[in-house]
């Protein structure tokens, strides 16, 4: 006689482990384009201004002229400026020297108007040239007596040790003629006509601009500004 069949053990099922089974498909994120680098335009108004002042000895003046993106010139306003027996000019860092028969003169430059204003004075002269020394970038005034290197500190003259201006025999002569800060352009005096021609530098040529600019009188130097 058989006995009742056992009740079968019933099989658990296990629980599913979160994590574990098909994986969710990770999505996949679209790379965001980089921006490509466009060249920013400098405003006009933003570009630093130029100044060019011309020196006519005969007349005590100094003729000013805004230096114009397309290398025309305008009359700085109040130009020309008396300055008596202002023989020479130089830039001397963002100023103006200007030299002549009884001594040497500082001008600061207005970066908007152009319009100068001194800003020192020394007894020297009279003066008979100015130079550009290469190694400091000082100027130095020439006199009978001796030679000064000058350099400007805080809108004031400083003479430096004169065994340096003596030394300095390479010292440049200030050509009658600025190239600007571009290179595109130069402006060079017309002593005769008592005008400042502009011309456009192409290559290694000079392009002779239309228009001439009269000055107050002969002209014996010219110097650029940047101030």
Known sequence: MQGPSPTPTPTISPTPTPGIGTPTPTPTITPIPTPTPMATAVPETERSAQFLFA????SGFITGF???HDGSLAPVAGSPFASQNAAHVAALDNLLMVAGKTGIKLYSVDKESGAILQTDAIEAGPVSELLRDP???AVVAVTPGQRLLLN??????QALPAGNAL???NARVLPPAVLDASGRFMFAVDSTEGVVNPYRVDGQKLVRLPASYPVAGPVTSIALVRP
Not at 152 to 157: C, D, E, I, N, T
């Open 66 to 68: 805004r230096i114009n």
């Open 152 to 157: 400007a500190v805080k809108g004031k003259l």
């Open 135 to 137: 190694a400091t970038n």
């Open 55 to 58: 020196a006519s000895p005969s």
């Open 167 to 169: 030394s300095g025999r």
